[in-house]
């Protein structure tokens, strides 16, 4: 399907930049882990970069991403795509990821927006002063309950929504559960009890039990 950050890089492949342990690296990889064997093959070469190490403000990154960003996907043809959800959406297309009729898309789309908005920038910054670079957690103190007290609203929405379902989407697991899983299942790094949230907890070990499921640990493993 694609090769893996230390293996050979197939012609005509796309260059996907990544950073170890990010919610939003960790989408478009499960996307391309998980295109299932009937999908035509996306051939992608992972490469990491160090955020954490400045890497991304350097000029050779800036270079190919002005906003100095990851995920950014450098397509087989040249062409630059940010956004961790629009990455995804684009490494997806021609497998059943992503759903067939017009309505099922855009209930994708709502919930890949749900999660920029509502999760993602509570989450991940609650889990980033939390477990990526604790040592700055008292500075950012001040900040924790409204990332927390905003957090748990979108988890009780999501929590609801899931109450009487099995995915997202009435067409089943696809793109949406993907992109919302991205930092839903990292919320406990976070300092959120998830534990409030049972339906949330179900579905978390339902999306685990998918074929190609991969751990965000596994984040800058070759693919297969």
Request: charged share 15%; net charge negative; with cysteine.
């Amino acid at each position: 399907m694609s090769t893996g950050a230390s293996g050979g890089v197939q012609a005509a492949s796309h260059t996907l930049y990544i950073t170890a342990g990010s919610g939003n690296s960790y989408k478009p990889v499960q996307v391309l882990a998980q295109r299932g064997a009937g999908a035509p093959a996306v051939h992608c070469h992972l490469q990491p970069v160090d955020v954490l190490g400045g890497e991304t403000r350097r000029p050779g990154f800036l270079a190919i991403n002005p906003r100095g960003q990851v995920p950014f996907l450098l397509t087989d043809r040249g062409e630059r795509l940010g956004e961790s959800n629009a990455i995804a959406w684009y490494l997806a297309e021609g497998s059943a990821l992503i759903p067939d009729s017009p309505l099922h898309r855009a209930q994708a789309i709502q919930w890949m927006i749900f999660e920029q908005t509502a999760l993602e920038p509570n989450i991940s910054p609650a889990r980033f002063f939390s477990t990526i670079v604790p040592e700055l957690r008292e500075a950012n103190a001040a900040r924790f309950p409204g990332w927390l007290d905003a957090g748990h609203a979108g988890l009780a929405l999501l929590d609801a929504h899931l109450a009487d379902r099995e995915f997202l989407c009435d067409s089943g697991y696809g793109i949406a559960d993907i992109a919302v899983f991205g930092y839903t299942h990292l919320a406990r790094e976070g300092g959120f009890d998830l534990d409030r949230h049972p339906a949330v907890l179900g579905w978390i070990e339902r999306v685990r039990s998918q074929p190609g499921h991969r751990p965000v640990a596994d984040l800058l493993q070759p693919l297969a």
